[in-house]
C-alpha cells in the first residue's frame, strides 16, 4: 500500500506548521477564516508546487513541470537557463493538448503513481543529447525542442504508455495494446514483441509492482542501445475483482485482475532483444516462480544485467547478475531481512560504480544506512587467497537513519545523500565513498530538506520547507552553496496563503510513552482559546507502516482549516511509522490493528488529561489504513472516543494486495489467525460510538467490498452508523469541489453528535 496507506489522499493536504508573515507584507485589519472552500481552490494556498524537476544533460538548463494559478492541478513545461537565469515556457498543455479522454490502462497507472487528479503535462524525459525532450500529452508523444519548436511524434486513439527515449536517444519507444512498440525518431513506430491475448502484457509492470513496489517500468534500454530487458507478464492466474465502478450515471463494470492477499500474482518473465525484437533470451530468473522483479538495472559500460529478486514472503533479495547475451544469471549477492520478524525493504539507494563496487542501502544493523560493496578475492593477513566473495565497508552509521541517496559524483570520490535528524526533519549531507572523514552538512537545520541531482552529482537540487515557510527550491553546488532560487516563494505580497497569515497558529511538538516506553512523537495546533473553557480535539490519524505524519515542515492548510472552526488538530506517529529504525517498524509484523491501536490510544489519553481539552469531544479521523485504523479504535475501546470517521477503510486484509499485506501480516494460507486477528469485521458490532464511513465507488485500490462488507454486518445486527459515498470517486476523492463537500461533510457528523467548539454553543 503505496497507497492504502499512501496516506490519505486527503490527509496530504494538512496543515502541520503556520507561517510567518514576511517583513514586507502588511498585517490585514480583520483576519479572514480559512474556508474548506478556500482550501481546495486555486491558486493552491502552498504557493508553486513544481514537479519532475531534472538537469539537461550538459547541465545547462533546468526543467519542471510548473501548475497554473487558475488551475492548481494543470501542468505544463518550463525550462530555466542557469546561465542567463531566465525561464520560458517550453510546452503548453492547453494549446498543444486534444483533451482526448485517456484509455482505462493510462488511467489506472497514473491512480497507482498517484498523480491521477492531474491534468496536462504530467511527466517528460530528456533526450541523452541535451537537444530535446519528450513529452506524453492526452495519450500522444511529442519532441520539443529547446528553440521552442515541437514536434508530433504519434497521432492515434489509443494510448502510448511508458514512453521513453532509448539511452542514446535514438529511438523512441512505448506500450500499445499490451505490446512493446519502437522506432526511430521521427520515424514510424513497429510492434517488437507478439499479441499474445488478454492474460499477456509487454512492457508494463505488473499491478503490485507499480503499486506497491515503485516500479512503474515494465522494460530498460541498455547503455548504447543495442538492446532492451523487456518483462514479459502472465495474468492468468491471476483472481479476477469484478469492479462495480458507480457513477452518477451509471455503472462500468471491470474484471480486474487483482492479486488479493494468498492468491496467485502475475508470472513475470524478462527478455533481452534488440530494437526490432530479434535475437530474444530470456534471463533465467530461477525455478520458483512465485517471485517478485523487484528492480532490473543495466551495469554502466552493458556488460550485465542486475536483477534484484525479491521472495514471497519479502525477507530476502537476491541480486542476480545476467549475462545479457544468453539470459544466464548467478546470484551476485542476497540482502538478508535484519532480524527474523521483519521484512526486507525495498529502495532505490543505491548505484553500481564505474570499478565495478556497488553504493548499497541497507538496514542490516537496524536502521537505513550507505555501505560500499565489491566482489573480489578474500585473502588472509599473510596474502593467502581462500575464496572469492563480498567485501562490505559501511559508509554511514549511527541511529538516525539514512533514507535516501540524491547522487552520486565518483570524480570527486563524494556521494550525497538525505538522513534523518532528530526524528521530525531531514537534512541533506556529503560523503566520500572511501568512507574516510565525517559526513558534511549541506542544509540549513532550520528547515526539513529533500534533494536531488545531475548525473554526475555535480549540481543540487533542494526543495525546503520549515513551520513558517512552504516549500522553497533552489540551485546549488556540491558543497551546498545557493546558487540561484528556483522557487524562493515567500509568502508576501500577491502570495495566496498571505491573507491568511495573521490567524494562523504555530504547532506544538512533544512526546509521550508508548506502552513498552518507546518515545511518540505528536504534534498540536491549538486554535485560540478562552480561559476556563474545554475544546474538542480533531485526532487525524494514519497509523499504518511507511508515512511520518509528524514533521517540522510544511504541510498546506486543512488543519489550518479545523483549527479555524475550534477545534484542537492532533497527530501522534505510532511504532510502524517510517525513519526510527527496524525496531520502531516491527511490532505491525503480522498484528496489524495492534500495538498503533494501543499507541492511539496512549495518545488520547494523553489529551483527556490536559485542562484545555474536554474529554468528552475527542473525535478519530483517517483515510485509508487510518480509515481501518478509526475501525479498530472504535472496536478497541467504545466510549473512549466522541466519534469516528473512516474514510475508505480496508476492513479485512484478505482483500488487499499480495505485495503489501503479506510483508507485514504473512500469507493468510500460512497464518491464518492472525488475519483474522487483524480484521475490522469481527468486532464490528463492538462499535457503539458515532460513526462516519466514506468511500469512493470506484475504488480499484482499497475495494469498495471492504465497504459494503462492513456495511452489511452493521447493518443486519441493527448497529447505527452514516455514510457518504462519491459515485465514480477512486481511491481519491478530492477535488476543487469535491474535497470541500468531503469536509463539510464530517463536520455536519461531528456538529450533529456535539463535537463542537465552545463558540458554536
Avoid at 501542468?75 to 537557463?81: A, C, F, N, S
Avoid at 551476485?332 to 529502495?347: G, H, I, K, M
Avoid at 549541506?442 to 526539513?448: G, H, I, R, Y
Amino acid at each position: 500500500m503505496r497507497s492504502v496507506l499512501a496516506a490519505v489522499a486527503l490527509s496530504l493536504t494538512t496543515c502541520l506548521t503556520t507561517p510567518v508573515l514576511a517583513e514586507s507584507a502588511a498585517m490585514p485589519e480583520t483576519v479572514p477564516t480559512l474556508s474548506l472552500e478556500r482550501v481546495f481552490a486555486s491558486p493552491g494556498l502552498d504557493g508553486p508546487a513544481p514537479r519532475q524537476v531534472k538537469l539537461s544533460p550538459d547541465g545547462r538548463y533546468l526543467t519542471l513541470l510548473r501548475n497554473r494559478a487558475e488551475d492548481r492541478d494543470r501542468y505544463d513545461l518550463w525550462g530555466y537557463d542557469i546561465q542567463t537565469r531566465e525561464w520560458r515556457m517550453l510546452v503548453d498543455s492547453e494549446a498543444l493538448g486534444s483533451g482526448r479522454e485517456l484509455s482505462e490502462d493510462e488511467k489506472m497507472q497514473r491512480e497507482r503513481a498517484r498523480v491521477g487528479s492531474l491534468k496536462g503535462i504530467i511527466s517528460y524525459q530528456w533526450a541523452s543529447d541535451g537537444a530535446g525532450v519528450l513529452v506524453p500529452l492526452d495519450g500522444d508523444l511529442f519532441l520539443a525542442k529547446l528553440d521552442g519548436t515541437v514536434t508530433r511524434l504519434t497521432d492515434t486513439e489509443g494510448t502510448e504508455l511508458n514512453p521513453k527515449l532509448s539511452s542514446k536517444g535514438g529511438y523512441v519507444s512505448f506500450v500499445r495494446d499490451r505490446r512493446l512498440w519502437v522506432g526511430p525518431v521521427g520515424g514510424e513506430a513497429a510492434p517488437v514483441t507478439p499479441s499474445e491475448g488478454e492474460t499477456i502484457r509487454w512492457g508494463e509492470a505488473e499491478f503490485v509492482a507499480q503499486e506497491e513496489m515503485a516500479r512503474l517500468q515494465g522494460y530498460w534500454w541498455s547503455p548504447d542501445d543495442r538492446r532492451i530487458v523487456v518483462q514479459r507478464t502472465d495474468e492468468a492466474a491471476v483472481g479476477i475483482v469484478t469492479r462495480a465502478a458507480i457513477g452518477a450515471k451509471g455503472t462500468k463494470v471491470f474484471d480486474q485482475r487483482y492479486p488479493a492477499a494468498g492468491t496467485d500474482n502475475a508470472v513475470v518473465e524478462l527478455f533481452v532483444m534488440n530494437p526490432d525484437g530479434s535475437d530474444k533470451v530470456k534471463v533465467d530468473l530461477g525455478l520458483d516462480l512465485d517471485i517478485y522483479v523487484a528492480r532490473v538495472d543495466w551495469a554502466p559500460d552493458g556488460s550485465a544485467i542486475y536483477v534484484q529478486r525479491q521472495d514471497r514472503a519479502q525477507t530476502r533479495i537476491d541480486v542476480l547478475k545476467v549475462d545479457p547475451a544468453t539470459g544466464a544469471s548467478q546470484i551476485w549477492f542476497t540482502e538478508n531481512a535484519a532480524r527474523p520478524d521483519y521484512w526486507v525493504n525495498l529502495s532505490d539507494n543505491y548505484r553500481f560504480l564505474k570499478d565495478g563496487s556497488l553504493l548499497w542501502w541497507s538496514e542490516r544493523d537496524g536502521f537505513g544506512h550507505f555501505y560500499r560493496g565489491s566482489f573480489g578475492p578474500l585473502k588472509t593477513h599473510d596474502g593467502e587467497t581462500l575464496f572469492k566473495g563480498w567485501q562490505w565497508q559501511q559508509l554511514t552509521r549511527g541511529t538516525s537513519p539514512v533514507t535516501s541517496l540524491v547522487g552520486v559524483d565518483e570524480a570527486a570520490g563524494t556521494f550525497t545523500y538525505q538522513a534523518t535528524t532528530d526524528v521530525l526533519t531531514q537534512q541533506i549531507y556529503r560523503a566520500r565513498l572511501d568512507g574516510t572523514g565525517e559526513p558534511e552538512l549541506l542544509t540549513d537545520p532550520a528547515f526539513t530538506n529533500s534533494a536531488s541531482m545531475d548525473g554526475a552529482g555535480r549540481l543540487l537540487y533542494v526543495t525546503r520547507s520549515n513551520p513558517n515557510q512552504p516549500p522553497q527550491s533552489y540551485l546549488a553546488t556540491p558543497d551546498g552553496s545557493r546558487v540561484a532560487w528556483i522557487e524562493e516563494n515567500r509568502i508576501e505580497g500577491a502570495h495566496p496563503y498571505a491573507p491568511y497569515l495573521a490567524g494562523h497558529v504555530t504547532p506544538e511538538f512533544g512526546i509521550i510513552p508508548a506502552e513498552d516506553g518507546t518515545p511518540l512523537h505528536w504534534m498540536m495546533l491549538k486554535p485560540k482559546m478562552e480561559a476556563g473553557k474545554r475544546y474538542p480535539v480533531f485526532f487525524s490519524h494514519y497509523g499504518g507502516p511507511g508515512p511520518q505524519m509528524v514533521t517540522k515542515g510544511w504541510g498546506g492548510a486543512l488543519a489550518q482549516a479545523v483549527v479555524d472552526k475550534g477545534y484542537i488538530y492532533f497527530v501522534l506517529d505510532n511504532r510502524g511509522s517510517a525513519n526510527r529504525g527496524v525496531d520502531f517498524e516491527q511490532p505491525l509484523y503480522r498484528a496489524m490493528g495492534g500495538a498503533e491501536v494501543r499507541d492511539q490510544k496512549a495518545g488520547a489519553e494523553y489529551l483527556k488529561s490536559l485542562p484545555f481539552v474536554d474529554p468528552a469531544k475527542i473525535a478519530i479521523y483517517g483515510w485509508s489504513y487510518g480509515g481501518y485504523m478509526t475501525l479498530k479504535q472504535l472496536e478497541a475501546d467504545p466510549g473512549l472516543y466522541a466519534a469516528g470517521i473512516s474514510g475508505a477503510p480496508v476492513t479485512r486484509w484478505e482483500l488487499y494486495d499480495t505485495h503489501y499485506t503479506e510483508r507485514y501480516m504473512g500469507n493468510p494460507r500460512e497464518v491464518p489467525e492472525a488475519y483474522e486477528k487483524a480484521s475490522a469485521i469481527p468486532d464490528a458490532t463492538r462499535i457503539s460510538d458515532p460513526l462516519l464511513l466514506i468511500h469512493g465507488m470506484a475504488d480499484d485500490n482499497v475495494v469498495f467490498e471492504n465497504s459494503s462488507e462492513l456495511i452489511s454486518v452493521l447493518q443486519e445486527n441493527n448497529v447505527p452508523f452514516e455514510m457518504m459515498l462519491y459515485p465514480g470517486y477512486t481511491h481519491r476523492v478530492s477535488g476543487e469541489k469535491i474535497g470541500p463537500h468531503v469536509w463539510n461533510s464530517i463536520f455536519r457528523f461531528l456538529e450533529a453528535h456535539g463535537v463542537t467548539s465552545p463558540a458554536a454553543e
